[in-house]
T-cell receptor, first 113, second 113 residues
């Protein structure tokens, strides 16, 4: 399978600070991108998505930025809270049919109080 | 509305045995996806079923197989289990082929001893 042998990078931030989690995607034809949050013992939870015809999308406390030129995606979390501690995955959908999502390796976010 | 449900929550098998994992999608969702998440690693796409048919599979050996039933629930079967098959197996569903957002279940933790 893909991403075999990769271990997850960790981002540690102070409570109240802003967090930026980065992701590089692989397929320039991908037209849909999602950020998921996975807490320990749970399945991934949808956070925010963005289509390739946009370069920025904002949600509640979260912003996703898409740079198609360098195939880079970022998730910004404002005023990070302890409940934001989780593993964050970006995913791209390179298929025009269905959700054969290709996930990035993930980033562990640790929020220090 | 019930989310994606998976059973069992935990499964312990010995090497060489077969494992069967089950998934019930959100009501009205016709597409079901299976992902493998090895400990500390990202999600690897396994299989995609839609309308009872296998639409795509990831880079996994044939001993990983499954099916989708007329009620859109799905089974994942893993034959001739190997120690490396120990992982969290996640099921996701989406409204239909081509739909964007996929919702994940809590997963089945398979341990092969």
């Amino acid at each position: 399978g893909e991403n075999v042998g990769l271990h997850l990078p960790t981002l540690s931030v102070q409570e109240g600070d802003n967090s930026i989690i980065n992701c590089a995607y692989s397929n320039s034809a991908s037209d849909y991108f999602i950020w998921y949050k996975q807490e320990s013992g749970k399945g991934p939870q949808f956070i925010i998505d963005i289509r390739s015809n946009m370069d920025k999308r904002q949600g509640q406390r979260v912003t996703v930025l898409l740079n198609k030129t360098v195939k880079h995606l970022s998730l910004q979390i404002a005023a990070t809270q302890p409940g934001d501690s989780a593993v964050y995955f970006c995913a791209e959908n390179p298929s025009p049919r269905g959700n054969k999502l290709v996930f990035g390796a993930g980033t562990i976010l640790r929020v220090k109080s | 509305e019930a989310g994606v449900t998976q059973s069992p929550t935990h499964l312990i098998k010995t090497r060489g045995q077969q494992a069967t994992l089950r998934c019930s999608p959100i009501s009205g969702h016709t597409s079901v996806y299976w992902y493998q998440q090895a400990l500390g690693l990202g999600l690897q796409f396994l299989l995609w079923y839609d309308e009872g048919e296998e639409r795509n599979r990831g880079n996994f050996p044939p001993r990983f197989s499954g099916r989708q039933f007329p009620n859109y629930s799905s089974e994942l079967n893993v034959n001739a289990l190997e120690l490396e098959d120990s992982a969290l197996y996640l099921c996701a569903s989406s409204l239909r082929e081509g739909s964007t957002e996929a919702f994940f279940g809590q997963g089945t933790r398979l341990t092969v001893v």
